[in-house]
């Protein structure tokens, strides 16, 4: 649909930008204007926009998403679920209302999927945080409220196993607001309901079959991982407990489905232990932040991210100053899906192929069993950059990759750089890159690939001017 070309900027760098042949463009119903220099969506994307693989519930991602919700409502129902979000938000609701500086990273277009200046497919849910401590403001009666959002997200990235342009998060937060003390008690109450609650969450924990060990050395705060000042030594205390205990009942419930599945089948590398370790993090609408990474199968897994919700957010969502404290946390479901229903490749998920989707109930973890291997076949591509585009960065490795996706789909299994070097004498760069075509459901012929690869090779050559070796 929007055809790439290469533009100089100021700069004088190239980039590469779409050329737009349409003024507009629908999603989900709705009709957005596009932009020549911004727009970087494309047909590709805009179709598993409508695809909603969280609300399935007899697909890996929508099993998993129910899991953790009856989980976590089991403890005391505190939860409201929000999971029908439509995937186009503002730039403000995905990074301004969350605090992120104006030239954060994650805002750059060759991370981010936009449709023009001011929308953009959402690259976390926690785009919808804002909205959602919105909905529950009023729920004024109790001390206690939270939400849990799912949803898909979309980010541009490489081509591999793990990675597809989009996936699934869940986004959960509990507040508590601060009450006054009853008369004759030693605590304010709220503080004597989070010791409560607490306590509630623990109480699961323990009820699990392979306890969690925690190795968690992220307390005292450092410098580096402020306390806000709002919040007294122990309030932060409190509530990071209750959010890390509540993590911790996620992975706990999650893993130990697995294990008890792996025991059933006699799986004979069934682990003993569940590990997770605790992290000193970073994001800007929580203070302060930590990630979560459990041991499995020989290696540490980042799984979440979380921390204590920023004043200035609750502000932004219409709290009055000082009401309210509280924990925020962003879970990726398909990665947690692939390791427990065993599915070796991501672009399964999308599968429209019964003999994949007949595999699947509600409810049950089980392990997917390959119904074929089709054989890949790669192609490499070398090419000297332009003269005056030595730094790789000036094409930037996920334009390349968009290129790819546009031309072969799901056809492609991974993108991998395998050599780049920078001729002694002339100071040209030159990479090379192997594309590994390989289909989830059939052979794919020589000739098929062949011309997938020239296409490849030409529209290289087109938007960057690159000379093929
Ligand atoms: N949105 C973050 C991401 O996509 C994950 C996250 C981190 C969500 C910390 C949170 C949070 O709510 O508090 O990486």
Redesign the pocket.
Known sequence: MFPNRIIRTRAGLYRLYSTLKVPHVEINGINYKTDPKITNVTDSIIKLTGRSLHLKESHPVGILRDLIEKKLNSVDNTFKIFNNFKPVVTTMENFDSLGFPKDHPGRSKSDTYYINETHLLR????AH?LECFEKIRNDADNIKSGFLISAD?YRRDEIDKTHYPVFH?M???TIWRRTKANEGAKEPTYIEKIREDIRQVEDQLNKENVKITVDDDTIPLKEYNPKQEYMSDLEVDLCSQHLKRSVELIVSEVFNKKISSMVKNKANNTPKELKVRWIN?Y?P??AP?W?IEVWWQGEWLEL????L?RQDVLLRAGYKPSETIG??????LDRIAMLLFEIPDIRLLWSSDERFSKQFSKGLITSFKPYSKHPGSFRDVAFWLPKDKLDVHQVHENDLMEIIRNIAGDLVESVKLVDSFTHPKTGRKSMCYRINYQSMDRNLTNAEVNALQDMVCSKLVKDYSVELR
Request: proline share 0%; charged share 10%; net charge negative.
């Open positions: 690259t976390h849910t926690s945080e997200v998060q986004e959960g937060a993090a994001f609408w929580t932040s990630e979440c991210g979380c921390g919700i924990w925020a946390f962003g879970l990726g």
